[in-house]
């Protein structure tokens, strides 16, 4: 089993159409948890944080669920320049900035 | 203020030639890591280094080697290429602080080994 699993998509969806990605963990000792972004031949980028509350950034909001070791990510009213693929990423304890990358899950949105 | 660099940017090599990856950042930080990026498989932790002079394995080191002589400096090194080191090979840093765990990474450096 994956240590993060994602859907790969893609999910195909209209500009002003809301999505939601999730994303599954298997360590339940991970202790933070990000978004990242990478759009096509580039490299990832942070896109957020993932806090236990939920948090929200602008159109953006991720939740986290310790106990079903679940993340989500929803994006509200999807620009065409959301098109990329969004990485579920986990830091598992350990002394040093170890983060498990998840395959991510790909997202195009057209006009 | 550049970030994070990667030379080269693309490579081609034959079975059994050797190279070196050179990723460079100037933010000063103390951790550097080494990924390579395969289809499906998400990014996959080479080589890291805690600090100058200091490096570890990750999940996947065979055929690799890594050498951090410089702070600002992470270096891979493939000895006898395969085929199965085809892959987009990612460097990154990150500040050694609490709290503090965005890992910056460089554009990337597409090898095919033929």
């Known amino acids: 089993r994956k240590e993060v699993e994602q859907d790969p998509g893609p999910f195909n969806v209209p500009e002003g159409a809301t999505v939601a990605f999730n994303c599954t963990y298997s360590?339940?000792?991970?202790?933070?948890f990000f978004w990242y972004r990478q759009d096509c031949r580039k490299e990832p980028k942070l896109l957020m944080s993932?806090?236990?509350s939920g948090n929200e950034d602008g159109r953006f909001t991720a939740q986290l669920n310790r106990a079903s070791q679940y993340i989500s990510l929803l994006i509200r009213d999807s620009k065409l320049s959301d098109s990329a693929t969004y990485l579920c990423v986990v830091r598992p304890s350990g002394g040093y900035n170890k983060l498990i990358f998840g395959a991510g899950t790909r997202l195009a949105v057209h006009p | 203020n550049a970030g994070v660099t990667q030379t080269p940017k693309f490579r081609v090599l034959k079975t059994g030639q050797s190279m070196t990856l050179l990723c460079a950042q100037d933010m000063n930080h103390e951790y550097m890591y080494w990924y390579r990026q395969d289809p499906g498989m998400g990014l996959r932790l080479i080589h890291y280094s805690v600090g100058e002079g200091t490096t570890a394995k990750g999940e996947v080191p065979d055929g690799y080697n890594v050498s951090r002589l410089k702070k600002q400096n992470f270096l891979l090194g493939l000895e006898s290429a395969a085929p199965s080191q085809t892959s987009v090979y990612f460097c990154?840093?990150?500040?050694?602080?609490?709290?503090?765990?965005?890992?910056?990474f460089g554009p990337g450096t597409r090898l095919t080994v033929t």
């Open positions: 993932v806090y236990s």
């Open positions: 360590n339940s000792a991970s202790q933070s």
């Open positions: 990154a840093s990150s500040a050694q602080r609490e709290f503090t765990y965005e890992q910056y």
